[in-house]
């Protein structure tokens, strides 16, 4: 059975602020060991009345029932000035609970008055506030209370009409328009505070709906009564109540379909509270909020009645929101620590019954008596009166919402390998949420023992929820694809051709050496590796090693990087003549013997020709006659051509020179050497 509260019901901010002073002030005078007194019932309900009593505040109904030097309290009502001078005189210590909302009608009487012009005020006679706006009033205050007794007014030509702040909208209305027809020049002011007429619009709208109603106040305020009264005139099923033991036990079976709870500006929270849980009690109701309704304004200190009151809905809302505890399982309350022992922890959460949370339910370790936290009904009786709270379960939803905002937007979380099982890997994520990665979606490529995973950290992408058993499907391969894919794109942004970038060796092919630079691989050929030749990448390079590399072609479409390390390095052609000087003698290996002469050489990439006429002293027939393929010799540079890329070399001089050098040698029957003419010499092996 649903059960709606009203939103705004309980007191107005006036009769809450007039409480708070009250009560300060109370207390206060204890303090200066005086007695404190409120001239006339603070607020119409004898609830409230007790409460302010059992603080100290002694209700009187004129100024000479307290004794002099003691305080006394002007309640929201306000009062006409002479009674203020009444006290003044008196030594009387004044405490004002005067309505911003009555003061500002108070001056508003009072300048006009001064200004000479009639006042009309419109509300109830004997009203306290009537009677003490009729006091503020310097000239003529003329006092109705309906349409009827226009007639009775003297004949005005100008006058202002004012009203009670709790006199109907409706009947207001009437009376104006009256008013207008009688009186030429009539200025109007509508003092009409929202608050009452707030509560009574909401209350009836609430009434409508509803197979019965309770509006809780005190029978003696007037605008309880009225609230009751419009209340019954729509559901006949309407009960008054001042406390909650007066609603009749079978109230709810009676009216089981719908009930609206309603109260005055004078009802105090405590009264409302307890109406609503019991409520609460009796059926287990889910409680509805009415709909909100239109923003209402209430008064502020020293503010115009016509003006505007920010924090009128929110006090009201705040007030019931905050007295009215009504709990169900799965809400969550701020409650105060109150016990502690070594199982469990017990929390006042404003309910009938404290709340206990078991020790494996709390959260905060180190929490202290008097401490404020956040809880969970988990469940409003546990069977023996108490409620079973839990701070854990808070914790738990908070994760999961977090994880579930980050399943929206696609978000990484983080996560821990627990546990190997059939068919994937069970890990922990962001708070303490288990996830399970299927085997498929751990790695790019195929995982054949998954438990190398557990204990690991890694960043997990949310691929499928089931909300209801709280499970995730993660994937970690999806991660890494897309990771990689950022870091591809990004690093191909960087490259451009003819750029030289810094890059890892990472494997060697036959043809090759792939280096990685940041995200993308790119190929050195193996011609491109070094300017001689090269028979595998691992003579030049070695895997792991830091390299520059020149980017020679880009396919972006075929994602294709053509890379050159020789490009790098110096040329081994460059400043030949400077490092093989004309006449110097080297020792050089053989490398390849041809019919016309042996190469020799001089350094990777640069062969010299030994002529075959310049391979030994004497005349050979064959050039393998004297030399091998491997063999050290002792050669002279005769001639460096740079452009050609030829070096012409010579054993024979070397050796001639180095003879030179010796105790000259007779070569018995040995004929003087004739120069071989020399041979046009092969080119020298191509410089790349
Ligand atoms: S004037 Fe309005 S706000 Fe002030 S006490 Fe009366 S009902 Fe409350």
């Given at each position: 059975m649903p059960c709606t509260v009203a939103r705004y019901a309980g007191y107005c901010a006036g009769v809450r602020k007039a409480m708070e002073t009250a009560v300060a002030a109370a207390r206060e005078a204890g303090k200066k060991g005086i007695q404190c007194f409120s001239l006339g019932e603070l607020i119409h309900n004898p609830e409230a009345v007790k409460a302010l009593r059992n603080e100290g505040v002694i209700p009187i109904h004129q100024v000479e029932d307290a004794p002099k030097g003691s305080m006394v309290l002007l309640r929201s009502h306000g009062v006409a000035p002479q009674v203020e001078e009444q006290c003044r005189a008196r030594g009387l210590i004044i405490r004002d609970c005067t309505c911003a909302f009555v003061r500002a009608l108070h001056k508003i009487v009072h300048d006009c008055g001064e200004k000479g012009m009639p006042v009309i005020l419109v509300g109830e006679r004997d009203h306290p506030e009537v009677r003490g706006t009729a006091g503020w009033c310097q000239g003529p205050c003329h006092i109705i209370n309906a349409a009827e007794e226009i007639e009775s007014l003297p004949p005005m030509e100008e006058a202002l009409a004012v009203s009670q702040t709790t006199f109907s909208p409706s009947q207001w209305e009437v009376i104006v328009a009256r008013l207008r027809e009688r009186i030429p020049r009539l200025q109007v002011q509508c003092t009409i505070c929202p608050a009452t007429h707030q509560r009574q619009a909401e209350a009836i709208a609430l009434a409508k709906k509803s197979d019965a109603m309770i509006v809780v106040g005190g029978r003696s305020s007037a605008n309880t009564r009225k609230l009751f009264e419009a209340c019954r005139s729509i559901c006949p099923n309407t009960i008054l109540v001042e406390r909650a033991e007066e609603i009749p036990p079978h109230f709810i079976n009676i009216h089981a379909s719908h009930?609206?709870?309603?109260?005055?500006?004078?009802?105090?929270?405590?009264?409302?509270?307890?109406?609503?849980?019991?409520?609460?009690?009796?059926?287990?109701?889910?409680?509805?909020?009415?709909?909100?309704?239109?923003?209402?304004?209430?008064?502020?200190?020293?503010?115009?009645?016509?003006?505007?009151?920010?924090?009128?809905?929110?006090?009201?809302?705040?007030?019931?929101?905050?007295?009215?505890?009504?709990?169900?399982?799965?809400?969550?309350?701020?409650?105060?620590?109150?016990?502690?022992?070594?199982?469990?922890?017990?929390?006042?959460?404003?309910?009938?019954?404290?709340?206990?949370?078991?020790?494996?339910?709390?959260?905060?370790?180190?929490?202290?008596?008097?401490?404020?936290?956040?809880?969970?009904?988990?469940?409003?009786?546990?069977?023996?009166?108490?409620?079973?709270?839990?701070?854990?379960?808070?914790?738990?939803?908070?994760?999961?919402?977090?994880?579930?905002?980050?399943?929206?937007?696609?978000?990484?979380?983080?996560?821990?390998?627990?546990?190997?099982?059939?068919?994937?890997?069970?890990?922990?994520?962001?708070?303490?949420?288990?996830?399970?990665?299927?085997?498929?979606?751990?790695?790019?490529?195929?995982?054949?023992?998954?438990?190398?995973?557990?204990?690991?950290?890694?960043?997990?992408?949310?691929?499928?929820?089931?909300?209801?058993?709280?499970?995730?499907?993660?994937?970690?391969?999806?991660?890494?694809?897309?990771?990689?894919?950022?870091?591809?794109?990004?690093?191909?942004?960087?490259?451009?051709?003819?750029?030289?970038?810094?890059?890892?060796?990472?494997?060697?092919?036959?043809?090759?050496?792939?280096?990685?630079?940041?995200?993308?691989?790119?190929?050195?050929?193996?011609?491109?590796?070094?300017?001689?030749?090269?028979?595998?990448?691992?003579?030049?390079?070695?895997?792991?090693?830091?390299?520059?590399?020149?980017?020679?072609?880009?396919?972006?479409?075929?994602?294709?990087?053509?890379?050159?390390?020789?490009?790098?390095?110096?040329?081994?052609?460059?400043?030949?003549?400077?490092?093989?000087?004309?006449?110097?003698?080297?020792?050089?290996?053989?490398?390849?013997?041809?019919?016309?002469?042996?190469?020799?050489?001089?350094?990777?990439?640069?062969?010299?020709?030994?002529?075959?006429?310049?391979?030994?002293?004497?005349r050979i027939a064959k050039v393998e006659d004297v030399l091998t393929v491997g063999q050290p010799v002792r050669v002279k540079v005769l001639a460096v051509d740079p452009e050609a890329k030829r070096i012409s070399l010579s054993i024979r001089e070397a050796l001639a020179d180095e003879a030179m050098t010796e105790e000259p040698m007779e070569i018995p029957g040995e004929a003087p050497v004739e120069e071989a003419p020399a041979e046009e010499a092969p080119e020298a092996p191509a410089e790349e």
């Open positions: 009930i609206g709870i309603a109260a005055g500006a004078s009802t105090p929270d405590w009264s409302f509270k307890e109406v609503v849980t019991r409520m609460n009690d009796m059926e287990h109701i889910d409680q509805e909020i009415n709909q909100e309704p239109a923003a209402v304004e209430e008064p502020k200190e020293e503010a115009q009645p016509q003006q505007e009151a920010a924090d009128g809905q929110a006090l009201t809302m705040e007030d019931i929101e905050a007295t009215v505890v009504r709990i169900r399982p799965g809400q969550t309350v701020t409650g105060k620590v109150v016990l502690i022992n070594d199982d469990e922890v017990g929390v006042d959460i404003g309910y009938k019954s404290d709340g206990l949370i078991k020790r494996a339910d709390m959260v905060e370790k180190d929490v202290k008596l008097g401490d404020e936290i956040e809880v969970e009904v988990v469940k409003v009786n546990d069977g023996e009166g108490n409620v079973l709270l839990s701070q854990r379960n808070i914790v738990n939803r908070k994760a999961w919402e977090a994880l579930m905002a980050k399943f929206e937007n696609q978000e990484y979380i983080d996560a821990v390998g627990k546990e190997a099982v059939k068919g994937g890997l069970l890990a922990t994520v962001e708070g303490g949420v288990r996830a399970f990665v299927p085997a498929s979606q751990l790695a790019q490529r195929y995982v054949e023992k998954i438990d190398q995973f557990v204990g690991q950290k890694m960043k997990l992408k949310i691929i499928d929820v089931d909300q209801q058993k709280k499970r995730i499907v993660a994937s970690r391969r999806q991660v890494i694809e897309e990771e990689s894919a950022a870091k591809k794109a990004a690093a191909w942004e960087k490259l451009e051709e003819g750029a030289v970038v810094t890059g890892i060796v990472r494997r060697f092919a036959e043809f090759g050496a792939f280096v990685d630079l940041g995200g993308v691989d790119g190929l050195i050929h193996i011609t491109d590796l070094a300017w001689s030749r090269v028979g595998h990448p691992s003579d030049v390079l070695k895997i792991n090693q830091e390299v520059q590399v020149k980017i020679l072609s880009l396919d972006r479409e075929r994602e294709r990087i053509q890379l050159g390390y020789k490009q790098l390095q110096p040329k081994p052609w460059d400043n030949i003549e400077e490092k093989y000087p004309v006449g110097s003698i080297l020792e050089r290996k053989v490398v390849r013997i041809r019919p016309f002469g042996a190469f020799i050489e001089l350094e990777p990439g640069v062969d010299g020709l030994v002529h075959i006429s310049q391979c030994a002293l004497t």
